[in-house]
């Protein structure tokens, strides 16, 4: 099961992917999942690029969860601009596990660069999230290629892919199954394992599944 993957996954989780693959909703659900079940979670909100959909919007949930949240300075204020958080580097080498939300694409990843050295000391596990319904007409080799280009920027390496193929809340079980194609293709052509799939409950196969609850809404449900 997925979860049962992540109560094994090493203390530093970095989330990673494409543009509106729902890397935020991932990991604001993971922050929940294990703060849950007990364990000290700290997220960093490293999206410097996109300043609409990221963990720092929901600081209030977090905090609730008793989830440490690492942000920019002026993330949510009207001088919001791309500062890497300064607690992000005790963050990594500090208690209990941390979740990294990076930017999308290659460019969002480039600040997650600078700490590669003390992720590589410290061990961490990078999830490139994927939503097949992201483009119109998606390519699997292409996608594979945009991995790449991510763990140059990072200067790290993708551990496994998560599936995370979702229309928001107009996901279908029908929609998760159709998917799988794809994200195996992907899976082949980088070369890596599927981790696991998120979805709602009651959308995602019973083996392998990670439930998650929809937090950020795409733009047509605003």
Same mark, same amino acid.
């Given at each position: 099961?997925? +979860?049962?993957?992540?109560?094994?996954?090493?203390?530093?989780?970095?989330?990673?992917?494409?543009?509106?693959?729902?890397?935020?909703?991932?990991?604001?659900?993971?922050?929940?999942?294990?703060? +849950?079940?007990?364990?000290?979670?700290?997220? %960093?909100?490293? $999206?410097?690029?996109?300043?609409?959909?990221?963990?720092?919007?929901?600081?209030?949930?977090? %905090?609730?969860?008793?989830?440490?949240?690492?942000?920019?300075?002026?993330?949510?204020?009207?001088?919001?601009?791309?500062?890497?958080?300064?607690?992000?580097?005790?963050?990594?080498?500090?208690?209990?596990?941390?979740?990294? $939300?990076?930017?999308?694409?290659?460019?969002?990843?480039?600040?997650?660069?600078?700490?590669?050295?003390?992720?590589?000391?410290?061990?961490?596990?990078?999830?490139?999230?994927?939503?097949?319904?992201?483009?119109?007409?998606?390519?699997?080799?292409?996608?594979?290629?945009?991995?790449?280009?991510?763990?140059?920027?990072?200067?790290?390496?993708?551990? =496994?892919?998560?599936?995370?193929?979702?229309?928001?809340?107009?996901?279908?079980?029908?929609?998760?199954?159709?998917?799988?194609?794809?994200?195996?293709?992907?899976?082949?052509?980088?070369?890596?394992?599927?981790?696991?799939? %998120?979805?709602?409950?009651? $959308? =995602?196969?019973?083996?392998?599944?990670?439930?998650?609850?929809?937090?950020?809404?795409?733009?047509?449900?605003?």
């Amino acid at each position: 099961m997925g +979860a049962c993957f992540m109560a094994l996954s090493p203390k530093n989780l970095i989330i990673c992917g494409h543009y509106g693959a729902g890397k935020t909703n991932l990991s604001v659900n993971l922050a929940l999942y294990l703060a +849950a079940r007990g364990e000290a979670v700290t997220v %960093a909100d490293l $999206d410097l690029v996109n300043p609409y959909f990221r963990t720092a919007d929901f600081r209030q949930l977090l %905090a609730g969860a008793g989830v440490r949240l690492v942000a920019p300075v002026y993330a949510n204020t009207n001088l919001d601009i791309p500062v890497v958080p300064p607690q992000l580097a005790g963050a990594i080498g500090g208690e209990g596990r941390l979740i990294i $939300d990076v930017g999308g694409d290659d460019d969002g990843a480039v600040a997650l660069g600078g700490y590669s050295a003390q992720l590589e000391r410290q061990g961490y596990a990078m999830y490139y999230v994927i939503n097949a319904l992201r483009e119109p007409d998606p390519d699997p080799l292409e996608e594979a290629a945009l991995l790449r280009a991510v763990e140059k920027s990072a200067r790290l390496k993708v551990t =496994g892919l998560v599936n995370n193929t979702n229309l928001g809340r107009e996901t279908t079980a029908e929609i998760i199954r159709n998917s799988r194609g794809y994200v195996d293709a992907v899976a082949r052509a980088a070369d890596l394992p599927v981790l696991f799939t %998120a979805a709602s409950a009651g $959308d =995602g196969p019973e083996d392998g599944m990670f439930p998650v609850t929809v937090y950020v809404k795409p733009p047509w449900e605003e």
